[in-house]
């Protein structure tokens, strides 16, 4: 189990913007449980994020992981149950995290080098301007693997086939066009990948190279708007 340096450590005063992560901070539990999540679409988001970390955890003995952004715990209750050494770390006191504070402090707070950490559709809702520093404090306490997803600005349209062959799993043929069109950010977001020249994906791959290697990178078939990233350390 991680030990921490402190439950309750949260920067104040910081020198960067803080609107978003006051907002963040205040947010209702019962916004986690609204008509919004029980939407078949987002709980395909979300099994396709237990999907992805548990590929993970399979290269990995007795694996200690970390989630930024507890949501409403439904993939971390997952894992949890599961029998997984689980953390969830938020700002948000409202979502009883594991541990409550503030990404910017994050290598401040959790002392141990957890295998995984987990940052899914959490860093858009900070300007971008703090985004390569949240990677900075992610690199300094993740020991093998950082998971991120990311939504992208655009829309889409098309489908997605599941296949199965004889003795073989599952797998996904997506058909998708991307199209901006009249495409407007995300509640909550500052930004999205190829928002504006600052976040072009070309410009966010660099930032995550400053600190990692990029293992691999896709979008959910069911849901081509999230962005997945998992970069090794």
Request: proline fraction near 0%; aromatic fraction near 14%.
């Given at each position: 189990m991680c030990l921490l340096k402190s439950q309750k450590f949260l920067i104040e005063g910081c020198c960067v913007n803080k609107k978003g992560f006051e907002r963040e901070k205040n947010l209702s539990k019962n916004i986690y449980f609204s008509d919004n999540y029980f939407d078949k679409?987002?709980?395909?988001?979300?099994?396709?994020?237990?999907v992805l970390i548990y590929k993970y955890t399979k290269k990995i003995k007795n694996p200690i992981l970390v989630e930024i952004g507890k949501g409403n715990g439904f993939v971390s209750d997952f894992f949890k149950k599961a029998g997984f050494d689980f953390l969830t770390f938020d700002i948000n006191k409202n979502l009883n995290p594991d541990i409550e504070g503030n990404i910017l402090a994050f290598s401040n707070i959790v002392t141990c080098k957890p295998d995984i950490v987990v940052a899914c559709e959490i860093l858009e809702h900070m300007p971008f301007?703090?985004?390569?520093?949240?990677?900075?404090?992610?690199?300094?306490?993740a020991r093998k693997y950082v998971i991120i997803t990311l939504p992208e600005f655009k829309k889409f349209f098309g489908a997605n086939f599941q296949i199965k062959l004889p003795k073989k799993d599952v797998f996904s043929f997506p058909l998708h066009v991307k199209v901006r069109g009249d495409k407007i950010l995300g509640s909550g977001h500052f930004w999205e990948i190829d928002f504006d020249e600052q976040s072009k994906r070309e410009n966010v791959e660099n930032v995550m190279k400053k600190y990692f290697q990029i293992e691999d990178k896709g979008s959910f078939g069911v849901a081509p708007y999230h962005n997945y990233y998992v970069l090794k350390v």
């Open positions: 679409q987002q709980l395909f988001v979300l099994s396709e994020q237990i301007e703090v985004f390569e520093y949240a990677l900075e404090q992610i690199s300094k306490v």
